[in-house]
């Protein structure tokens, strides 16, 4: 929520009011960031660092050496460590730094296991070895030492070279006198590059190196060298202090920033560096045909008010990953580990491939390369890597509705009540910053919330949550317990001169808590229990928000970088993990606040960074009620399923403005196949429930709110999914058809799971739309198809069942009540079709199972369930259906527990529809539990789908229908 500031905000900040697009003004670019200018105009083969043979030591899953600058002489020490199923981490870090450099914590998962290299071998010029302890890839390195590049093979094939444009750089720390420049004379003795003097080096080097893939070149060509002199006049510039209109960062620490070059050799599409506004494929950003203006992307984490789309510019948080594709849907991806704020080229490369280079601001460079090679293996590596999600309460994939503000609990009433009025389900109600006592957190509005438990308990009453904000600016009050508490306590965020932190934002005059601290998160946790937090109850959540740290008087309104944090680290070091720490805060005190500790939290975070998906959900910020946004958000949730925050949603209808019905009535449509589905607006816009544009816009949302609550069994089992392959729920095309050329770019229709594919309407008055059917696999996935290639890939419509080929571009009729959805042919989805008023009352509800038959007559497809809200589940209290269709049968089988006491597993089957059925079948017969029966169906010719009614069986029971 932003950027309507209160009087006394305008006053004292001087911000602008509401404008019709972002000031730009307000946020920098490369071009006025010192570290970003100077690592940028780094020439291609313009620095060398080398390795130092004699410092090379392998030694079980750990390789190190030492690097020197040649032209400063300053030393780091490189290691490699080799993690199973194909992952290799790549550091590198001062030997004897001035201070210590900021290395992130508490993101990688601490069960990562390492795994020793294997085959190794170590000349005057590289070193060679086997890393990942994979039995079925093979996954190799190749380490050359002057000038250091380090190249990674899968299966032979070079996948990603790094610093092979020698634009690695690590700027030393220093005191801040002129040091004396380097000169030819005083350079260190260091290697020459990696060629053989005599036939016995020759004879070795072929003996030990791993030969590349024929069609990939096994070295850049020479480039125009750059002479010494150039490079020892290091360029300074803004490394000791630096100006932003007048906002002056001291930079007490001078000049710590750090680069490097990262190629796909043979990658044809790059994913990934959420969160920005551009499309789904990543896009060039230097080279051939990019305007000399175009800015990398940036990864700072800011309040960005009224976004633009098609953009680099950072935006509210940022996992620094990219993933790349080449054209036999080989696989990989980097996670560049690094907090400060980023920013990353794209260019074509010079490998007939894609290059990437990325620069931060300070920090060490911390590298993993997940080297696939299936697209899934990548996602699986990611997830070992910074883990999953946090498996969510059924409430929390349910339907949420929010405004900025409802002013009173008769207005929350009312709400309420039109929902039932209206035959409309939800789960949660949302309460924003008006319903605290003057923007203090952890309080309420004694005037227009009263009787906040009992509030709460007439929601809960009808199985329905409540989500308040809680943001992390405190208000500077001596009177408020919260900030009288933290202040004495020292809780706070320090200025470069030791003072409590201040700064503005909805409350007036604020102060920080450093989340960074462990102290204080456990501190902040303690505030959410039910004892202290006076007025909440066991169904309140909580929504934290203007945590990227928004500061309405700062730097790109954000905090001061030379801000300080607990252990003396400056906020430029922690910068993009500040909302990622509140986030990992909030969810272990909802946690803790049971003494059971056994009800999963729920928390929806604006700021994120890699790994937030084990705290939470996360939404895209502040967009506008506008059909450009609508498009905008499949690309925007698709890129965050890349970088592994798979619970992510978009403001449905848009935050800024007053949607017209047509459009809030498409977004609907739209949001009802989101992961994270929340309507939210503005506190200047008109109201916009789903009753309030009538008819016939209120029937056509009250269809799609039916239709997600219809699949949540669908949705839940995707987010188990989720937990045990860290696959993305709502998932780019090209991760089920990585070699279908033409899906490889589309980021305006997405697939749930891998069984529905939609199709949103983004533009006013389109009644028809063309629909990509993908109908190409490869050999990384071929579950669903036929054969091998994918080539007769069958999807039907959701709703009519009508049969379509793979492979092909349909023209879809779509009028307002329509959207396009198919199911995938071989795709067996479970669904709950009662009508109810909330996600718990379904609970015992009957299943229907809706299969979809493949070009072999086949399908399958799983079912999970558990509690929907404690973590018994771990303990082995849930059922795991698998679910196949082949050979005329149908069947049911459990492949987990199959102990939950109370999931509803004893729910009927209600109806089992097989769509694709070539013909009549003579009998159904059902047999469970050793006894056989007939079943009644029936059969349209038309649509080719069979209606079974009423097996009755429990869904817990293994059994078997027979369709002869």
Same mark, same amino acid.
């Given at each position: 929520m932003r950027v309507r500031l209160a009087l006394v905000v305008l006053l004292f900040c001087g911000l602008l009011a509401i404008s019709e697009a972002v000031d730009r003004s307000k946020f920098r670019t490369c071009e006025n960031t010192g570290f970003c200018k100077r690592n940028r105009k780094l020439p291609d083969r313009g620095l060398s660092y080398h390795v130092q043979p004699a410092t090379v030591q392998i030694s079980g899953s750990s390789l190190t050496a030492d690097i020197i600058n040649v032209h400063n002489n300053h030393t780091f020490v490189l290691e490699m460590i080799s993690h199973?199923?194909?992952?290799?981490?790549?550091?590198?870090?001062?030997?004897?730094?001035?201070?210590?450099?900021?290395?992130?914590?508490?993101?990688?998962?601490?069960?990562?296991?390492?795994?020793?290299?294997?085959?190794?071998?170590?000349?005057?010029?590289?070193?060679?070895?086997?890393?990942?302890?994979?039995?079925?890839?093979?996954?190799?390195?190749?380490?050359?030492? @002057?000038?250091?590049? *380090?190249?990674?093979?899968?299966?032979?094939? *070079?996948?990603?070279?790094?610093?092979?444009?020698?634009? !690695?750089?690590?700027?030393?720390?220093?005191?801040?006198a002129i040091l004396p420049p380097i000169t030819q004379d005083n350079m260190p003795d260091v290697p020459a590059e990696d060629v053989p003097h005599t036939p016995e080096e020759a004879i070795d080097q072929a003996e030990h190196e791993?030969?590349? @893939?024929?069609?990939?070149?096994?070295?850049?060509?020479?480039?125009?060298?750059?002479? @010494?002199? %150039?490079?020892?006049?290091?360029?300074?510039?803004?490394?000791? =202090? =630096?100006?932003?209109?007048?906002?002056?960062?001291?930079?007490?620490?001078?000049?710590?920033?750090v680069s490097m070059d990262i190629a796909f050799p043979g990658a044809k599409h790059l994913y990934g560096l959420p969160e920005h506004t551009t499309g789904l494929s990543l896009r060039n950003t230097r080279g051939a045909?990019?305007?000399?203006?175009?800015?990398?992307?940036?990864?700072?984490?800011?309040?960005? !008010?009224?976004?633009?789309?098609?953009?680099?510019?950072? *935006?509210?948080?940022?996992?620094?990953?990219?993933?790349?594709?080449?054209? %036999?849907?080989?696989?990989?991806?980097?996670?560049?580990?690094?907090?400060? %704020?980023?920013?990353?080229?794209?260019? =074509?490369?010079?490998?007939?491939?894609?290059?990437?280079?990325?620069?931060?601001?300070?920090?060490?460079?911390?590298?993993?390369?997940?080297?696939?090679?299936?697209?899934?293996?990548? !996602?699986?590596?990611?997830?070992?890597?910074?883990?999953?999600?946090?498996?969510?309460?059924?409430?929390?994939?349910?339907?949420?509705?929010?405004k900025w503000n409802y002013k009173d609990q008769a207005d929350v009433a009312g709400v309420d009540g039109n929902f039932d009025q209206y035959d409309i389900p939800y789960d949660v109600i949302w309460l924003d910053i008006e319903h605290t006592d003057g923007k203090r957190y952890f309080t309420w509005d004694s005037t227009h919330f009263p009787s906040p438990t009992e509030m709460q308990d007439s929601i809960k009453a009808k199985g329905r949550k409540m989500v308040v904000i809680i943001d992390p600016h405190i208000k500077t009050d001596s009177g408020y317990h919260i900030h009288s508490e933290a202040k004495e306590k020292g809780l706070y965020i320090k200025n470069k001169d030791g003072q409590d932190y201040d700064g503005w934002c909805w409350p007036g005059s604020s102060s920080y808590l450093d989340f960074t601290n462990p102290d204080v998160r456990?501190?902040?946790?303690?505030?959410?229990?039910?004892?202290?937090?006076?007025?909440?109850?066991?169904?309140?959540?909580?929504?934290?928000?203007?945590?990227?740290?928004?500061?309405?008087?700062?730097?790109?309104?954000?905090?001061?970088?030379?801000?300080?944090?607990?252990?003396?680290?400056?906020?430029?070091?922690?910068?993009?993990?500040?909302?990622?720490?509140?986030?990992?805060?909030?969810?272990?005190?909802?946690?803790?606040?049971h003494p059971s500790h056994n009800d999963r939290s729920f928390v929806l975070s604006r700021a994120f960074f890699a790994g937030t998906q084990r705290h939470g959900a996360i939404w895209t910020g502040d967009n506008a009620a506008q059909w450009s946004h609508l498009a905008a958000a499949q690309p925007m949730l698709l890129s965050l399923g890349v970088g592994g925050i798979a619970f992510a949603g978009a403001d449905v209808g848009g935050f800024f403005g007053n949607p017209e019905p047509e459009l809030l009535t498409r977004w609907y449509q739209a949001g009802a196949y989101y992961?994270?589905?929340?309507?939210?607006?503005?506190?200047?816009? +008109?109201? +916009?429930?789903?009753?309030?544009?009538?008819?016939?816009?209120?029937?056509?949302?009250?269809?799609?709110?039916?239709?997600?609550?219809?699949?949540?069994?669908?949705?839940?089992?995707?987010?188990?999914?989720?937990?045990?392959?860290?696959?993305?729920?709502? +998932?780019?095309?090209?991760?089920? !058809?990585?070699?279908?050329?033409?899906?490889?770019?589309?980021? &305006?229709?997405?697939?749930?799971?891998?069984?529905?594919?939609?199709?949103?309407?983004?533009? @006013?008055?389109?009644?028809?739309?063309?629909?990509?059917?993908?109908?190409?696999?490869?050999?990384?996935?071929?579950?669903?198809?036929?054969?091998?290639?994918?080539?007769? =890939?069958?999807?039907?419509?959701?709703?009519?069942?009508?049969?379509?080929?793979?492979?092909?571009?349909? &023209?879809?009729?779509?009028?307002?009540?329509?959207?396009?959805?198919?199911?995938?042919?071989?795709?067996?989805?479970?669904?709950?079709?009662?009508?109810?008023?909330?996600?718990?009352?379904?609970?015992?509800?009957?299943?229907?199972?809706?299969?979809?038959?493949?070009a072999k007559g086949a399908a399958e497809g799983s079912l999970y369930i558990d509690d929907g809200h404690s973590f018994d589940y771990k303990k082995g209290q849930y059922h795991l259906r698998n679910f196949t269709f082949s050979d005329n049968k149908f069947k049911s089988v459990s492949v987990g527990s199959n102990t939950c006491r109370e999931c509803g597993a004893q729910a009927a089957v209600e109806r089992v529809v097989v769509i694709g059925a070539a013909s009549r079948p003579n009998k159904v017969t059902l047999t469970a539990k050793g006894a056989t029966s007939t079943l009644d169906f029936d059969y349209n010719a038309a649509t080719s789908v069979i209606v079974v009614r009423k097996p009755s069986v429990a869904i817990d029971q293994d059994f078997e229908i027979q369709f002869n």
């Open positions: 199973e199923n194909g992952i290799l981490r790549l550091k590198v870090d001062e030997k004897a730094p001035l201070r210590p450099r900021y290395k992130v914590q508490d993101v990688i998962m601490e069960d990562l296991k390492k795994v020793g290299f294997t085959k190794t071998s170590s000349t005057g010029h590289t070193a060679t070895g086997h890393f990942g302890g994979s039995s079925v890839d093979e996954y190799h390195f190749r380490l050359h030492f @002057a000038p250091f590049r *380090l190249e990674v093979y899968v299966n032979n094939v *070079l996948t990603t070279t790094t610093n092979g444009r020698n634009l !690695f750089n690590i700027e030393h720390l220093r005191d801040k791993i030969a590349p @893939a024929p069609h990939i070149p096994e070295s850049i060509p020479d480039q125009p060298p750059v002479s @010494a002199s %150039e490079l020892n006049k290091e360029d300074l510039t803004d490394a000791w =202090e =630096e100006y932003f209109g007048s906002h002056h960062d001291s930079k007490p620490n001078g000049p710590s920033s045909g990019i305007p000399e203006g175009d800015m990398p992307y940036r990864l700072y984490n800011l309040d960005v !008010f009224e976004y633009e789309l098609d953009n680099t510019m950072a *935006l509210y948080g940022g996992v620094p990953i990219i993933m790349a594709l080449d054209a %036999e849907g080989r696989t990989s991806g980097v996670l560049w580990l690094n907090a400060a %704020e980023t920013f990353v080229d794209i260019s =074509e490369g010079t490998q007939s491939g894609k290059d990437s280079h990325w620069f931060s601001e300070s920090g060490i460079v911390d590298v993993f390369f997940m080297m696939g090679p299936a697209p899934r293996q990548v !996602f699986k590596q990611y997830a070992e890597l910074t883990g999953t999600l946090a498996m969510p309460q059924m409430f929390a994939i349910a339907y949420h509705q929010c456990k501190w902040w946790g303690d505030k959410l229990s039910l004892s202290s937090y006076k007025g909440s109850t066991d169904i309140l959540y909580v929504w934290n928000d203007m945590n990227e740290p928004s500061v309405f008087n700062g730097p790109e309104v954000s905090m001061y970088k030379d801000a300080v944090h607990h252990g003396g680290w400056e906020h430029r070091d922690v910068h993009n993990m500040y909302g990622y720490y509140m986030h990992m805060a909030t969810s272990q005190g909802l946690v803790s606040r992961p994270f589905f929340r309507a939210h607006a503005h506190l200047d816009s +008109r109201r +916009r429930e789903p009753w309030v544009a009538g008819e016939p816009h209120t029937s056509i949302v009250r269809d799609a709110i039916r239709g997600r609550y219809a699949l949540l069994p669908f949705w839940y089992t995707l987010f188990y999914e989720n937990t045990q392959t860290g696959l993305p729920i709502m +998932r780019p095309l090209w991760l089920e !058809f990585p070699t279908d050329t033409n899906a490889l770019h589309l980021d &305006d229709e997405f697939l749930v799971g891998t069984a529905l594919l939609v199709k949103p309407v983004s533009a @006013a008055n389109q009644m028809n739309t063309k629909v990509y059917l993908p109908g190409t696999g490869s050999k990384w996935t071929n579950l669903f198809s036929s054969s091998s290639n994918g080539a007769d =890939e069958i999807w039907y419509d959701y709703l009519s069942h009508t049969k379509h080929a793979g492979g092909q571009t349909l &023209d879809v009729s779509t009028p307002l009540e329509k959207i396009p959805v198919f199911q995938r042919g071989g795709s067996i989805i479970p669904k709950k079709e009662r009508v109810r008023r909330s996600s718990s009352q379904m609970t015992n509800d009957p299943y229907t199972i809706q299969i979809a038959l493949n």
